[in-house]
């Protein structure tokens, strides 16, 4: 199984800070990371994939980028609705694997 | 609208069998792969099998091969997950989820159903 890792495991920050989150992966992996956000008693939302491509939907203060093991993920300008969880999550041959997840606080 | 509907969770013991069910709609049903993944309190979600479209291609995490198995029924637009060899670690909410992609590589999940919850305890 391909292996990821994320870190922090969790922060806080102010609004209106940028916020960024890595992930690495066990192997290379190309650009096939998406990332997630998961509220309390919610099922996770996908916000980018393939690394880098927005979600429909998506605000524009989410972005993605990197490839092969190294992937990071950035909130431009963090607002108070981006609380949550954040995860990482590979895809290769139907087979996934999640990073251990970004808890998100507001200070 | 997507509609993906677990049922078939529950209390057990271990060592003990369990079916999980997932009715779908809303969707082309056979044009999607299908994924479980399971989410145990106050944890991650955790990938445990996939199957493609056409249950060409059915893949599982390393925990549970052997005593898992995935299945889908196209006819009546159901995956199933059969469970057997239960353990204390097996314990979570299992939650049926809906690839944006047929099959392959898989691709990211687009819908997910509300879960179904799995107790292997004593």
Redesign the interface.
Known sequence: DIQMTQSPSSLSASVGDRVTITCQASHDIGNHLNWYQQKPGKAPKVLIYDASNFEAGVPSRFSGSGSGTDFTFTISSLQPEDFGIYYCQQYDNLRFSFGQGTKLELK | EVQLVESGGGLVQPGKSLRLSCAASGFTFDDH?I?W?RQAPGK????VS???WNSG???Y??SVMGRFTISRDNAKNTVYLQMKSLRADDTAMY?CAKD?AA????????H????TLVIVSS
Do not use: F, K, L, Q
Request: aromatic share 18%; hydrophobic share 30%.
């Open positions: 792969a994924h993944v991650g979600p955790e990938w996939g199957i493609s291609r059915i893949t995490v390393d939650y944006r099959g392959g590589d898989g691709w990211y999940v687009d997910w159903g509300r879960g």
